[in-house]
């Protein structure tokens, strides 16, 4: 395994949440144009969903959820890339997040292939799938798409089928509950690349509590003991979902008036009584926080971020539902290929690449955001030194998987109704 080096500032790999409360009207205008171009009623939620067969361009398209999976059509027009054929020979194109592939990766790659990387990077996934659109980006593979987007590029047609023959690791070495995911069954344009799961960080000698044995963790970023030093992630799903988690609501896709409402209320009377800090930047701030609702892949960076002073022994995190006490989100990102992609084989070459251990647990040791390979085992990951003991729940199992709740694709109405939220509730932080 290749050492990772201390990491750079991340912000920009997760900015979209910090811009969410701007730049997330921008969210539902793909759904909003296939739904006005169709007859027939608009996609709904959960509620009069489409459920089945979906990937019809300009027309209405089944929303995803974990009771109601999609199964996205092939379409005579969009089919995968053909059998046998070798690799382009580049350059490959990639559009993603900053630092999302490790740099060291990236050059064993070009080496391996004798081909050369052109990374190009966005901040947000409404600027991914608006540029996407546009049909004047030139990609070869977006890393990577958030499943509220999923939708969106399968059903608009900006991404191609896969070619499973060039991505033997997907069966080899995913967990296999994500060889046909709910959110597209039989993986047909989607790749899962990293997960995560969203909990509670806390510095343990500074909490008199102990969140493993309360019935609901999430009552401490809403204890007055903890005022001015608990801080919440931003972004409108983040944010509300912990509010919605607190009162016990699972249905962290809902798009019920009185229920996000009682959130809003909830988030409201934090604001005054916490005087919350809403930001993702839990590891470079360590020590200025006592609590932080917090993802996992962040609570990776804590060990190469420690002020003088504070030792990571110091450090904890929970998911409330591994304990057993309450319920808390877990969400994979994916690869897709876009449909103009130039270098289509070459794409699948990255990413079953990448689902080799050999180079997606090096690229783990730098990304921190954890692919669901079968070889990244809790223990494993400890005895490699890539989190250290304390920290090891952070690592995700298949059976963590089964237990978490995603944040899925709203219809535009619902995503208007929860930024509306945040932006009351952050002043339009």
Same mark, same amino acid.
């Given at each position: 395994?290749?050492?990772?080096?201390?990491?750079?500032?991340?912000?920009?790999?997760?900015?979209?949440?910090?811009?969410?409360?701007?730049?997330?009207?921008? /969210?539902?205008?793909?759904?909003?144009? @296939?739904?006005?171009?169709?007859?027939?009623?608009?996609?709904?939620?959960?509620?009069?969903?489409?459920?089945?067969?979906?990937?019809?361009?300009?027309?209405?398209?089944?929303?995803?959820?974990?009771?109601?999976?999609?199964?996205?059509?092939?379409?005579?027009?969009?089919?995968?890339?053909?059998?046998?054929?070798?690799?382009?020979?580049?350059?490959?194109?990639?559009?993603?997040?900053?630092?999302?592939?490790?740099?060291?990766?990236?050059?064993?790659?070009?080496?391996?292939?004798? =081909?050369?990387?052109?990374?190009?990077?966005? +901040?947000?996934?409404?600027?991914? =799938?608006?540029?996407?659109?546009?049909?004047?980006?030139?990609?070869?593979?977006? /890393?990577?798409?958030?499943?509220?987007?999923?939708?969106?590029?399968?059903?608009?047609?900006?991404?191609?089928?896969?070619?499973?023959?060039?991505?033997?690791?997907?069966?080899?070495? =995913?967990?296999?509950?994500?060889?046909?995911?709910?959110?597209?069954?039989?993986?047909?344009?989607?790749?899962?690349?990293?997960?995560?799961?969203?909990?509670?960080?806390?510095?343990? +000698? %500074?909490?008199?509590?102990?969140?493993?044995?309360?019935?609901?963790?999430?009552?401490?970023?809403?204890?007055?003991?903890?005022?001015?030093?608990?801080?919440?992630?931003?972004?409108?799903?983040?944010?509300?979902?912990?509010?919605?988690?607190?009162?016990?609501?699972?249905?962290?896709?809902?798009?019920?008036?009185?229920?996000?409402?009682?959130?809003?209320?909830? @988030?409201?009377?934090? /604001?005054?009584?916490?005087?919350?800090?809403?930001?993702?930047?839990?590891?470079?701030?360590?020590?200025?926080?006592?609590?932080?609702?917090?993802?996992?892949?962040?609570?990776?960076?804590?060990?190469?971020?420690?002020?003088?002073? %504070?030792?990571?022994?110091?450090?904890?995190?929970?998911?409330?539902?591994?304990?057993?006490?309450?319920?808390?989100?877990?969400? +994979?990102?994916?690869?897709?290929?876009?449909?103009?992609?130039?270098?289509?084989?070459?794409?699948?070459?990255?990413?079953?690449?990448?689902?080799?251990?050999?180079?997606?647990?090096?690229?783990?040791?730098?990304?921190?955001?954890?692919?669901?390979?079968?070889?990244?085992?809790?223990?494993?990951?400890?005895?490699?030194?890539?989190?250290?003991?304390?920290?090891?729940?952070?690592?995700?199992?298949?059976?963590?998987?089964?237990?978490?709740?995603?944040? %899925?694709? @709203?219809?535009?109405?619902?995503?208007?109704?929860?930024?509306?939220?945040?932006?009351?509730?952050?002043?339009?932080?």
């Amino acid at each position: 395994m290749v050492e990772p080096t201390r990491r750079p500032n991340r912000i920009g790999r997760r900015q979209f949440l910090i811009r969410s409360g701007t730049a997330a009207a921008a /969210v539902p205008t793909m759904a909003a144009i @296939l739904a006005a171009c169709a007859k027939g009623p608009k996609p709904g939620a959960t509620q009069g969903a489409q459920i089945g067969t979906g990937g019809i361009g300009g027309g209405p398209y089944p929303l995803a959820r974990p009771d109601a999976p999609v199964d996205w059509n092939i379409l005579d027009d969009n089919q995968p890339v053909a059998d046998g054929l070798q690799p382009e020979g580049g350059p490959l194109k990639i559009f993603g997040y900053t630092d999302y592939i490790w740099k060291k990766v990236i050059e064993r790659f070009e080496s391996d292939y004798g =081909v050369k990387i052109q990374y190009t990077v966005f +901040d947000t996934p409404e600027e991914m =799938v608006r540029k996407v659109q546009s049909g004047v980006a030139d990609f070869d593979l977006i /890393v990577s798409v958030t499943l509220d987007n999923v939708g969106k590029l399968i059903a608009g047609k900006l991404v191609q089928p896969l070619n499973h023959t060039y991505v033997p690791n997907l069966q080899k070495n =995913v967990w296999p509950s994500l060889h046909s995911p709910y959110y597209d069954k039989d993986s047909r344009y989607t790749v899962p690349y990293t997960l995560y799961s969203t909990g509670i960080a806390w510095q343990n +000698d %500074l909490v008199s509590d102990d969140p493993t044995s309360m019935s609901n963790p999430y009552d401490l970023l809403w204890d007055p003991r903890y005022k001015g030093k608990a801080h919440l992630l931003n972004g409108a799903r983040d944010t509300v979902a912990v509010a919605l988690l607190r009162a016990g609501v699972t249905d962290v896709n809902t798009e019920d008036p009185a229920v996000l409402d009682r959130a809003k209320q909830d @988030l409201l009377e934090g /604001v005054e009584m916490m005087n919350w800090k809403f930001d993702h930047v839990d590891y470079n701030e360590l020590g200025q926080w006592t609590l932080h609702h917090a993802w996992s892949g962040q609570a990776a960076y804590y060990q190469y971020y420690l002020p003088k002073g %504070l030792s990571i022994e110091q450090l904890s995190y929970i998911w409330p539902p591994r304990e057993g006490t309450a319920e808390g989100l877990l969400q +994979d990102d994916v690869f897709m290929i876009p449909r103009s992609a130039k270098n289509p084989v070459l794409a699948h070459t990255l990413v079953n690449f990448l689902l080799d251990p050999r180079h997606g647990i090096d690229n783990y040791s730098y990304e921190g955001y954890q692919p669901p390979l079968n070889q990244l085992q809790p223990d494993e990951v400890v005895k490699q030194g890539l989190v250290p003991p304390n920290l090891k729940n952070i690592v995700i199992t298949e059976d963590d998987f089964e237990l978490g709740i995603p944040t %899925l694709e @709203l219809t535009p109405e619902g995503t208007q109704r929860w930024q509306t939220i945040y932006q009351e509730v952050t002043g339009g932080a």
